[in-house]
């Protein structure tokens, strides 16, 4: 029986869901390993059921780890399962590259009242 990875808002099919300390690995077949590395490289959170609302494992802190092809055609993909710190240095990276944002946008309308503003 399959169960269902919904990642991204995307839900695959996997066989062999696999739980370690901090890593979740699952066998995706139907996908290349390029398709699953794009589907998957990004991706920040996930959860396991049997599909639609049936969910049974949430994950809300993964990071893309790996994608290996196997033997038979299938995918496996694993993802690290963030520990408090990382999560800690995700937020601080989020927010600083928010504020960097905010800066540019800062400075360009510094700019545009300074040096380019039309009357």
């Known amino acids: 029986m399959n169960e269902i990875i919904t990642a ?5 099919a996997a066989q062999s869901i696999k739980t370690d ?4 690995s699952f066998k995706l077949s139907g996908l290349t390993a390029d398709e699953a590395r794009e589907a998957f490289i990004n991706i920040e959170a996930l959860t396991v059921g049997s599909g639609g609302d049936d ?3 949430k994950y809300p802190d993964v990071k ?4 290996t092809l196997e033997a038979d055609d299938s995918i496996t993909v694993t993802m690290h399962i963030l520990s408090d710190v990382e999560k800690q240095i995700r937020e601080v990276q989020k927010t600083q590259n928010e504020m960097r944002a905010s800066l540019r946008e800062h400075d360009e309308v510094i700019a545009e009242l300074l040096y380019g503003g039309e009357s």
């Open 64 to 67: 893309f780890s790996s994608v």
């Open 8 to 12: 991204g808002g995307v839900e695959y």
């Open 55 to 57: 969910v049974y494992g």
């Open 21 to 24: 300390i901090n890593t979740i």
